[in-house]
């Protein structure tokens, strides 16, 4: 079955150490996105990337960085520099030429950093 | 930009209950229209969507108008069940030349008791 598969379910980091989330997808999707979770606030984007080799920051970018140099990967790395990383991470895909195309969540990564 | 504003949470209902959970959004041009729904410790599941203005979204029991003249896009079901219980997500998207990015509202919790 095709779908976006996020590794792993729960992270546990120390404060000041950079931490490496995976997202995986086998639906040959050329758009992928970060969002972020918290409590309450619904989510929102952090970066995503239309095509391979090409990404874009979302309205939190600032203490993230990502890379997409497969169709099928998307990482995004939560840098030091990210105040408040505590959160759940969840990647997404999509068609990105396609009217209205929704889309496709993974399970999300729990974060946290103590 | 764009937003969405959606009813806070909780809502708790008894089983076979009506559902209505609230949904506003501001968007400039002429966004398509999302539900989300969202199962513990999970990530999102696509519910229903409505491209344009009249349009009608069901799934699953669940039924939302695109009411371009109000900018509402409220989420109905007739008789709820236990099985409901989730966090529901209103969101727009301003479609492939916007890289098919979701506005997310901040999700409302729906507890339906037996």
């Known amino acids: 079955d095709g779908g976006i598969t996020q590794s792993p379910k729960y992270l546990f980091r120390k404060e000041g150490q950079n931490v490496t989330l995976s997202c995986e997808q086998n639906?040959?999707?050329?758009?992928m996105y970060w969002y972020r979770q918290d409590p309450g606030q619904g989510l929102r984007l952090i970066y995503y990337?239309?095509?391979?080799?090409?990404?874009q920051k979302g309205d939190i970018a600032e203490g993230y960085s990502v890379s997409r140099e497969k169709k099928e990967s998307f990482p995004l790395t939560v840098t030091s520099a990210q105040k408040n990383p505590t959160a759940f991470y969840l990647c997404?895909?999509?068609?990105?030429?396609?009217?209205?195309?929704?889309?496709?969540f993974g399970n999300g990564t729990r974060l946290t950093v103590t | 930009g764009n937003s969405v504003t959606q009813m806070e949470g909780p809502v708790t209902l008894s089983e076979e209950a009506f559902l209505t959970i609230n949904c506003t959004y501001t968007?400039?041009?002429?966004?398509?229209l999302f539900w989300y729904v969202q199962y513990p410790g999970e990530g999102l599941q696509l519910l229903l969507k409505?491209?344009?203005?009249?349009d009608k979204g069901s799934n699953k029991g669940f039924e939302a108008t695109y009411r371009k003249e109000t900018t509402s896009f409220h989420l109905e079901k007739g008789s709820v069940q236990v099985s409901d219980s989730a966090v529901y997500f209103c969101?727009?998207?301003?479609?492939?030349?916007?890289?098919?990015?979701?506005?997310f509202g901040g999700g409302t919790r729906v507890l339906v008791k037996p």
């Open positions: 409505a491209t344009k203005a009249d």
């Open positions: 969101a727009l998207s301003e479609g492939a030349a916007a890289g098919n990015k979701l506005t």
């Open positions: 968007a400039t041009g002429y966004p398509s």
């Open positions: 639906l040959n999707h050329d758009a």
């Open positions: 997404a895909s999509s068609i990105p030429d396609r009217i209205n195309s929704p889309l496709h």
């Open positions: 990337s239309q095509i391979v080799n090409d990404f």
